[in-house]
């Protein structure tokens, strides 16, 4: 895997996590925090988008060596709340990725370097992780009539390359 691969793999991750959040905004502070039937596993839209967001975050602290906490959801009250801090998130994960070699992509890391996983496979786990969340979100909006659209990647690059 390269760098620029990787980094286009980010720039996607957070394209679509934008739309989701500007969809998002379609909705009242009731819709976005009630609690959903069934439950999609996170109790709420805002429960699902903190558990995404936190585990962007978590794995981009493991990759760096540092230390984590773990995000409540109650700390977001709104989707502005969670917006800023998921723009806070893009921001530390371009920076991270920016901050990378290919060779530091294609190597281990923590305990285990030699038979663990490279970087670049925990990002991937981190972009298709987001995906199978930003799906689940997707369905509840159109639930509500707000649809955020396509989420496709080929999207994203025709969007970028219209850009």
Not at 127 to 154: C, K, M, N, W
């Amino acid at each position: 895997m390269n760098k620029n691969d990787i980094s286009t793999l980010i720039q996607f991750n957070y394209w679509a996590n934008g739309r989701i959040l500007q969809t998002c905004q379609n909705l009242t502070t009731e819709q976005f925090t009630q609690s959903l039937e069934p439950n999609p596993g996170w109790g709420s839209l805002r429960g699902i988008l903190v558990h995404t967001l936190d585990t962007e975050y978590g794995w981009r602290t493991v990759l760096q060596a540092i230390e984590d906490i773990i995000m409540n959801e109650a700390d977001f009250p709104n989707v502005a709340s969670v917006e800023k801090r998921w723009q806070e998130e893009q921001a530390a994960w371009v920076q991270f990725v920016d901050s990378l070699s290919d060779d530091q992509l294609n190597q281990g890391y923590g305990v285990e370097p030699e038979s663990g996983p490279k970087v670049w496979q925990t990002i991937m786990h981190v972009v298709t992780h987001s995906i199978q969340h930003r799906a689940e979100a997707a369905y509840i909006l159109t639930g509500y009539g707000h649809s955020p659209g396509e989420l496709d990647f080929a999207v994203f690059m025709k969007d970028r390359a219209a850009k």
